[in-house]
């Protein structure tokens, strides 16, 4: 056994996985051997699900199967919807609210004491969470605006995309909105073994329940080290606007005073992110669409910026969250709810994830280097 310190363990192998292939040298990502700009363009986030969860593209009968068993999953018991509520109304950030959700959903799951090595009725269980988290975030959102939640539309010729954001606003959105929220969600499905992804495999190599792994894959994507960088461009890009300054000179201005520009710099990608390539055609064609092209000249002018002062060249480029902040600002989404949203669409990469470590299962158990003391003397409690 070696003894080698490997701190966050950098470039350390601990499985195999067909799901996806992050390639940071060349910004390629690529999801059960399709790229992502292909399965972006001309997939529905449904199509991606199926792909992870089942190794193949559906046919036209497959995902018609697929998306009717989704959908018929979206309402969610009364009782965890006044929960949502209560938690909305006591300020409880939504990622909390959505962990908290999340859990409770298991005491109405009928497979929930399913044999944990019954394949199918954990994907009958990840089926069911994948498709009530859209109305756990959408109902905590409005119930925090004090408005009643929208029940789910359980046709599934509105897509998961499209039902989230109807039941955020109460109104079907126009297919230019669903078609870019539907390709933000296959955007950010999998990313391989992030921290998130990793937290929910431990806790499925132990034989937990889906439910289990998805909580803990949740609290993992909370931390402002890992899914908190949309919000911070976001709050970046108004405080340029508040400040009516030029994007340059307020970028150059916070690095000369040694702070960093979120959304810039990658723990892989030594390159532009792929998913940042495609999000920002998506902001130039949201930006046409509507005739406010405020945050495409912002971001795009500190993109440059940074360019030439060589970031990129150092291996520091823009990564997915640098540009899925202007999007969702464009649908009016608090910049505190782009966070969850990335757990709406991840919930199915962990899914599948979990279920292919657990056909191959070993427990997971990486282990201290110990530095403490050895031979501590016992004191006895009268004479400390």
């Known amino acids: ?23 940071g040298q060349a910004g390629k990502l690529v999801y059960r051997g399709y790229d992502i700009e292909t399965l972006a363009e001309e997939a529905t986030y449904e199509e991606v699900l199926y ?18 068993a989704l959908a018929a999953e979206r309402a969610v018991d009364d009782a965890v919807l006044e929960t949502v509520t209560a938690l909305a109304e006591a300020g409880e950030h939504p990622m909390a609210a959505l962990r908290t959700a999340t859990s409770m959903l298991s005491a109405y799951d009928p497979d929930v004491d399913a044999d944990p090595e019954d394949r199918e009725r954990a994907l009958a269980m990840g089926r069911r969470i ?38 955020l606003t109460g109104a079907e959105p126009d297919e230019v909105s669903e078609e870019t929220m539907d390709m933000a969600l296959t955007l950010h499905a999998e990313h391989g073994l992030n921290a998130s992804t990793f937290t929910a495999v431990v806790i499925g190599s132990t034989m937990a329940d889906i439910y289990s792994c998805v909580v803990g ?40 005073a040694g702070g960093r520009i979120p959304g810039f710099g990658h723990r892989v990608y030594k390159v532009k992110d792929p998913r940042a390539n495609i999000l920002e055609g998506k902001l130039r064609d949201l930006s046409a669409s509507t005739g406010d092209d405020k945050w495409l000249r912002y971001t795009t002018s500190i993109e440059a910026y940074l360019e030439d002062e060589g970031l990129v060249e150092k291996g520091i480029a823009p990564n997915v969250d640098f540009y899925s902040g202007s999007v969702y600002d464009h649908f009016g989404i608090p910049m505190d709810l782009y966070t969850p949203i990335f757990a709406m669409s991840r919930v199915g990469g962990w899914i599948a994830n979990v279920l292919q470590y657990q056909a191959d299962n070993r427990i997971l158990r990486p282990r201290y280097r110990y530095v403490g ?12």
């Open 1 to 23: 056994m070696s003894d080698e310190l490997l701190r966050g363990l950098e470039g350390v192998l601990v499985a195999e996985s067909e799901l996806s292939h992050v390639d």
């Open 51 to 68: 792909l992870l969860w089942h190794g193949d593209l559906p046919t036209r009968a497959e995902l018609s199967s697929f998306r009717e």
């Open 130 to 167: 994948t498709a009530k988290v859209p109305t756990v975030l959408a109902a905590f959102e409005r119930a925090r605006r004090g408005e009643e939640p929208v029940e789910p539309d359980l046709d599934p010729e509105l897509s998961h995309a499209g039902n989230f954001l109807y039941m």
């Open 217 to 256: 894959g949740i609290g993992a994507l909370s931390g402002a080290l890992h899914g908190g960088a949309n919000q911070d461009v976001m709050e970046m890009l108004h405080e340029i606007d508040d400040a009516d300054a030029d994007p340059v000179e307020w970028a150059t201005a916070r690095r000369e």
């Open 373 to 384: 003391e050895t031979d501590a003397t016992f004191v006895p409690l009268d004479e400390r």
